[in-house]
């Protein structure tokens, strides 16, 4: 089956769109810059390795969600209520952690993982608060419980 291409898009929200929906796949995108997927209850993998353009990926309430491919020109990863994905990435689950280790920042349910931009170093509280701020995200530093 041949996929119809969306050159314009550059980005994306899916948000509680298809209760059996269990695997996500990007081919008709190719130059989506971000992507929020948001509260989806079955989703169990997410495939965005394709996406060579993918620089933002927001996930939020997708409770079942413990595979995801991503791309190396990802840059910031926010997971947010997915408790099997962010509990692979807090303990370096090897299935998980190789594909995501080169992101520069990485955010799990309010834990700072990985935070390499020196230039906002000394921003990384108020990032955090301010999303805090949206009821969504709730910021700690690294090693704070």
């Not at 997971?79 to 689950?93: Q, T, Y």
């Not at 931009?117 to 419980?145: D, F, M, T, V, Y």
Request: glycine content about 4%; charged content about 15%; some cysteine.
């Amino acid at each position: 089956m041949q996929h119809q291409q969306h050159h314009s898009l550059h980005t994306l929200l899916i948000s509680n769109s298809c209760d059996s929906l269990t695997s996500l796949a990007f081919p008709a995108f190719p130059n989506l810059n971000n992507l929020a997927i948001l509260r989806h209850e079955n989703l169990t993998s997410l495939e965005v390795s394709q996406l060579q353009y993918l620089q933002y990926l927001f996930i939020h309430g997708c409770p079942k969600l413990q595979s995801i491919r991503v791309p190396a020109s990802l840059s910031l990863l926010f997971i947010s209520e997915c408790p099997l994905l962010g509990e692979g990435i807090e303990r370096k689950d090897p299935l998980i952690w190789p594909s995501i280790s080169h992101i520069s920042t990485i955010f799990v349910d309010g834990k700072w993982m990985i935070f390499k931009i020196p230039h906002l170093e000394n921003s990384k509280k108020q990032i955090g608060a301010s999303w805090s701020k949206h009821n969504i995200w709730r910021a700690k530093e690294p090693g704070q419980e």
